[in-house]
């Protein structure tokens, strides 16, 4: 595995000069690979993701190929709403779907607070990465902006009009508000991930254990 590039992510993120620029390659994880085709199986990609092990060797799979200066989280936007019991889902060929928009104050009461046992699986794959990467190689996530994400909940799929998003956020500033504090309660976690690599935390445990 290739980590000589590995301090120029962090180098830019100071503001500092590195080797070069890091550029961000869109579908990092995904469908270029042919690793991650034999890997991935069908079904949504929330299946996938609720899997850490799995999640955590397609997090890997880019960097053990390309060498990449940072790993990218093998995750979706819609994780957390789908973590709280909203009801949607990542349809193969079509994206975010909802059976059940999000039209009215009883759905909007469908998206509680995340707490961090709702993505426990989350934790355990970053655990994995943490450990198989060490400090040598950054480890990136991403959060949906809250429009992105109500978009999905209101039009129940994707849309190229957005028809329900607007009409719904047109009526009243206060819908807008509730929906925004809603989805930024949904994202919320007091989940814990290790700073130190797994794998140095059980050397040290052992050596202790020898002392």
Known sequence: MSTSTSGTFLAAANAQVGAHAPVWFMRQAGRSLPEYRALRGPGSILDAIKQPDLAAEITLQPVRRYGVDAAVLYSDIVVPPH???????????TGPVAAAPLRSAADLARLRPLEPD??????????????ELGAA???????????????YL???????????????????KADKQAVAVALSQARASGAKIPKKPAKKTAKKAAAKSRK
């Open 83 to 93: 973590a709280v019991g909203f009801g949607i889902d990542v349809a193969p060929g």
């Open 137 to 151: 190689v950054p480890v990136l996530a991403f959060a949906g902006a809250p429009f992105t994400v109500a978009s």
């Open 118 to 131: 709702d993505i426990g699986y989350v934790a355990a794959t970053v655990e994995r990465v943490v450990g």
């Open 154 to 172: 209101i039009e129940g799929a994707p849309s190229r009009t957005y028809e329900h998003t607007k009409a719904k956020f047109g009526k009243k």
